[in-house]
Antibody
C-alpha cells in the first residue's frame, strides 16, 4: 500500500528549529519527486519545497535560506529541516508525491510557532 | 510567479445541482493544471491532472476543461460527499495554488 506518514511537528518558539519527517511505504522516494506543501490555519495551500529524483532541490521564496529538504534513501524518508522559524510558518505541513500534480499525500504534521 | 485566481470563493448548492468552479492563470500555463478536493482536517485529494485527465477512482461526475489561462471544474450532479473545498494548482512554473472554493450545502 502506498502511504506517506509525517512526523516531527510540534510547538516551537520563534527563532527555533524543527525537523519534519515523511516516511514512505509502497514506492521508492529516490525514484520520485517529493514535495512539501503547507496550510496555515483557515487558509489555502502553499507550496514549500521539492526534491527531484536526481536530488535537485527548490524552495518557495518565503522559506529560502531557512528550510532544507533532503532524503534518506536507506530509510525511504524525506525530511524538511526548518530553522529560524517565524509565526507565519505556523501551519499543517503535508508531504506529497510528485512535483507537478501530486497524487499521494500524507496526513499532515502540525507546526505551531509561538512564544 | 504565476497567480491563480479561483471563483467563486464560496458556492452554495444543493444535492443534484450542476456546479462549475473557475480558475484563471495570470499567464498561459498550457494544460499544466490540477484540481484537488479537500475535506476539513484531511489532506487534499487529487481529482484531475493535465486540466482534464480524471484520476483513477474519481467519479465521472467530475470533469475538467480549459487550456491557456481559463479552466473549469464541473460537478455534473452534486452528491452529499462532494461538499468540500476545491483548489486549482498550476505546475507550468513554480507551483502555485488558487485560493480555494468552499462548496457548501444550500
Amino acid at each position: 500500500e502506498v502511504q506517506l506518514v509525517e512526523s516531527g511537528g510540534g510547538l516551537v518558539q520563534p527563532g527555533g528549529s524543527l525537523r519534519l519527517s515523511c516516511s514512505v511505504s509502497g514506492f521508492t522516494v529516490s525514484n520520485n519527486y517529493m514535495t512539501w506543501v503547507r496550510q496555515a490555519p483557515g487558509k489555502g495551500l502553499e507550496w514549500v519545497s521539492v526534491i527531484h529524483s536526481v536530488g535537485s532541490t527548490y524552495y518557495a521564496d518565503s522559506v529560502k535560506g531557512r528550510f532544507t529538504i533532503s532524503r534518506d534513501n536507506s530509510k525511504n524518508t524525506v525530511f524538511l529541516q526548518m530553522n529560524s522559524l517565524r509565526g507565519e510558518d505556523t501551519a499543517v505541513y503535508y508531504c506529497a508525491r510528485g512535483s507537478g500534480s501530486m497524487d499521494v499525500w500524507g496526513q499532515g504534521a502540525t507546526v505551531t510557532v509561538s512564544s | 510567479d504565476i497567480q491563480m485566481t479561483q471563483s467563486p470563493s464560496t458556492l452554495s448548492a444543493s444535492v443534484g445541482d450542476r456546479v462549475t468552479i473557475t480558475c484563471r492563470a495570470s499567464q498561459s500555463i498550457s494544460s499544466w493544471l490540477a484540481w484537488y478536493q479537500q475535506k476539513p482536517g484531511k489532506a487534499p485529494k487529487l481529482l484531475i491532472q493535465m486540466a482534464s485527465v480524471l484520476e483513477g477512482g474519481v467519479p465521472s461526475r467530475f470533469s475538467g476543461s480549459g487550456s491557456g489561462t481559463e479552466f473549469t471544474l464541473t460537478i455534473s450532479s452534486l452528491q452529499p460527499d462532494d461538499f468540500a473545498s476545491y483548489y486549482c494548482q498550476q505546475y507550468s512554473g513554480v507551483v502555485t495554488f488558487g485560493q480555494g472554493t468552499k462548496l457548501e450545502i444550500k
